[in-house]
């Protein structure tokens, strides 16, 4: 079946312009994360949902990151004013309980802020 | 809080050397312990799992036993081939933490042939 898809794959924008980053988790999967991979950081948790309900927020680094998750299944992280710190690479998993609870990963989305 | 610590790299093998990569953790409760590997323009793909002490992971040739008197999960390789060449992660899940994903800095191996 299909995994984990993310959109766009390389998003470049200037600084202080909004982004949204888009995942379409695997059928099915409840548990839905956001990470960011960038060089200074390493691997970072933002955020997790459960359902369309986002239990753990503490990840999120400004009140400039907000997301959301409809129907139990697409999710969108927005990014207001964007800063060139947040230049990284946004990755996506979901997991399920029948599955283990493991999560498999996107392919992410590359943001660059100019 | 929850945190991993992994060797740092990089790491340049001949191919048929040995590998371990060391990887230790801090947690509360009973985490579960995971390898992820990145190969070069690919994504995040789970290697490996443990999910409670004294449980070994395998996958491909590697092998990663959870430590608990250690608290350690060091990832081994008998003989490396060039396709391993990619960048290896630790991480910890914590069902008492929503079982985010808390990960090690990653360490990059280049096997030569």
């Known amino acids: 079946g299909a995994g984990v898809s993310q959109s766009p794959s390389n998003k470049v924008t200037e600084k202080g312009k909004d982004v949204e980053l888009r995942c379409d988790p695997i059928s099915g999967h409840t548990a839905l994360y956001w990470y960011r991979q960038s060089l200074g950081q390493g691997l970072e948790f933002l955020i997790y949902f459960q359902g369309n309900s986002a239990p753990d927020k503490s990840g999120l680094p400004s009140d400039r990151f907000s997301a959301e998750r409809t129907g139990g299944s697409v999710s969108t992280l927005t990014i207001q004013r964007t800063q060139q710190e947040d230049s990284a690479v946004y990755l996506c998993a979901s997991s399920s309980l029948a599955g283990g609870r493991e999560q498999f990963f996107g392919p992410g989305t590359r943001l660059t802020v100019l | 809080g929850d945190s991993v610590t992994q060797m740092e790299g990089p790491v340049t093998l001949s191919e048929e050397a040995f590998l371990t990569i060391n990887c230790t953790y801090t947690?509360?409760?009973?985490?579960?312990l995971f390898w992820y590997v990145q190969y070069p323009g690919e994504g995040l793909q789970l290697l490996l799992k443990?999910?409670?002490a004294d449980d070994k992971g395998s996958n491909k040739g590697f092998e990663a036993t959870y430590r608990k008197e250690t608290t350690s999960f060091h990832l081994e390789k008998g003989s490396v081939q060039v396709s391993d060449s990619a960048v290896y992660f630790c991480?910890?899940?914590?069902?008492?933490?929503?079982?985010?994903?808390?990960w090690g800095l990653g360490t990059s191996l280049a096997v030569n042939p």
């Open positions: 991480a910890l899940s914590n069902a008492g933490n929503n079982r985010k994903l808390i």
């Open positions: 947690a509360t409760g009973y985490p579960s």
């Open positions: 443990a999910t409670k």
